[in-house]
């Protein structure tokens, strides 16, 4: 039912800026939940930021003020604006969709049922 594609990674330099793109396909009218996560090198999986069909979102506290998501219902597109970017941000982050959903998830990953296949973000010092 849902399909999702990354794109938008890349290298920055710290405190650079970096804008991530999800292409969604959702054939489905219940209510959603789309986040974005990611992944270092010998770390968990993590959360950064979700939103919900409303638009309502939630951050990870660790990117709050630095990350903004928003979604464009038009473009069928999912956005990560990343200002201030840090070498810890460096990463594999996804795209991901929770069906059904009426809060932005962003601490439970594994309650995203869909999930793109990733774009690499490194940030250098």
């Known amino acids: 039912q849902v399909q999702l594609v990354e794109s938008g990674g890349g290298s920055v330099q710290d405190g650079g800026s970096l804008r991530l793109s999800c292409a969604v396909s959702?054939?489905?009218?219940?209510?959603?939940?789309l986040g974005w996560f990611r992944q270092a090198l010998g770390k968990e999986r993590e959360g950064v930021a979700a939103?919900?069909?409303?638009?309502?979102?939630r951050y990870a506290e660790s990117v709050k003020g630095r990350f903004t998501i928003s979604k464009d219902n038009a473009k069928n597109t999912l956005y990560l604006q990343m200002n201030s970017l840090k070498p810890e941000d460096t990463a594999m982050y996804y795209c991901?969709?929770?069906?059904?959903?009426?809060?932005?998830?962003?601490?439970?990953?594994?309650?995203?049922?869909?999930w793109g296949q990733g774009t690499q973000v490194t940030v250098s010092s």
């Open positions: 939103i919900n069909s409303g638009g309502r979102t």
């Open positions: 959702l054939y489905t009218s219940s209510s959603y939940c």
């Open positions: 991901a969709a929770s069906l059904p959903c009426w809060y932005p998830i962003v601490s439970t990953w594994s309650a995203y049922s869909y």
